[in-house]
């Protein structure tokens, strides 16, 4: 069903569907794991990567549902014909980039993960600034509303797209007997080993990378130079401990859910992540 035939999405997807039906079996669904309980279930797209009201605003009793559809309508539809072209091995042109960035960028715009980030980085400006206050309490709860970070979202997709555009495009590519997992949290972004300081969604010290489908990842490379922007490159063909090293980084960067069709790929990165803890 289109979500804008909807009329009252309350079940909306911070990872949309269109999306992770990349990454499911014949059955349509998928192995997931579940970061807290460390547990592993078999879910659909449906029934995952969602909270209720997630996007949802509410003015004097009356429910606004705006952002949730035009995320479904405007954003989540760029997927699928951008990544089926490359699936193809086919020539993307500007726009192709364009909308997979868009979504990519809104991706990871939109997650909870980001929203506890945005919210703690206010919590942390606002005490900051109220230190002298005496009657200030740091362990004090602060109500953060939901419309600053739904702002942030907006606000900075702009920015993000256009910086993200510059870089190089690589399609990086699975052997047969690998698959690349995905995550509720895809976007990762990795300090450059030459660097220094803190990496960002600005530096040039910090290469970003986006699973895109089981056989395909993106690598979104820092180019030499950024006022020029970045090449299209040619697809590079990966070997299976490559690709393992890229699932722990991607497991590693997880939320609460990492997803992906090959039972065996994920109990193995599982275990590795257990060790680690």
Not at 186 to 207: D, F, H, R
């Amino acid at each position: 069903m289109r979500s804008d035939l909807v009329t009252n999405p309350i079940k909306q997807h911070y990872v949309p569907q269109s999306y992770l039906n990349f990454f499911t079996d014949d059955s349509n669904y998928f192995y997931s794991y579940l970061v807290k309980s460390n547990k592993i279930i078999r879910q659909s797209p449906k029934n995952t990567g969602f909270q209720k009201n997630f996007y949802t605003l509410e003015y004097e009793g009356v429910k606004n549902y705006e952002i949730e559809t035009y995320l479904a309508n405007n954003i989540d539809c760029l997927y699928k014909p951008v990544v089926e072209k490359i699936v193809n091995d086919g020539i993307l042109s500007l726009n192709d980039k364009k909308d997979l960035i868009t979504f990519i960028c809104f991706q990871y715009l939109r997650t909870p993960y980001h929203r506890e980030n945005i919210n703690k980085n206010l919590v942390k400006s606002f005490r900051f600034r109220n230190r002298a206050n005496i009657d200030s309490n740091d362990n004090e709860p602060i109500d953060i509303s939901k419309e600053h970070s739904l702002s942030h979202m907006f606000e900075f997709a702009d920015e993000m797209i256009q910086m993200l555009m510059k870089h190089d495009f690589i399609i990086l590519r699975s052997p047969k007997e690998g698959e690349f997992m995905t995550s509720d949290n895809p976007y990762c972004m990795v300090q450059e080993k030459w660097s220094y300081g803190s990496g960002g969604l600005g530096i040039l010290n910090t290469a970003k990378f986006f699973p895109l489908t089981p056989k395909h990842l993106l690598y979104l490379r820092n180019p030499k130079n950024l006022d020029i922007g970045g090449r299209d490159m040619n697809p590079i063909n990966l070997n299976r401990k490559e690709v393992r090293r890229l699932n722990l980084m991607i497991a590693y960067q997880a939320h609460h859910f990492i997803y992906t069709k090959n039972n065996h790929i994920l109990n193995n990165i599982t275990k590795t992540l257990n060790k680690k803890k």
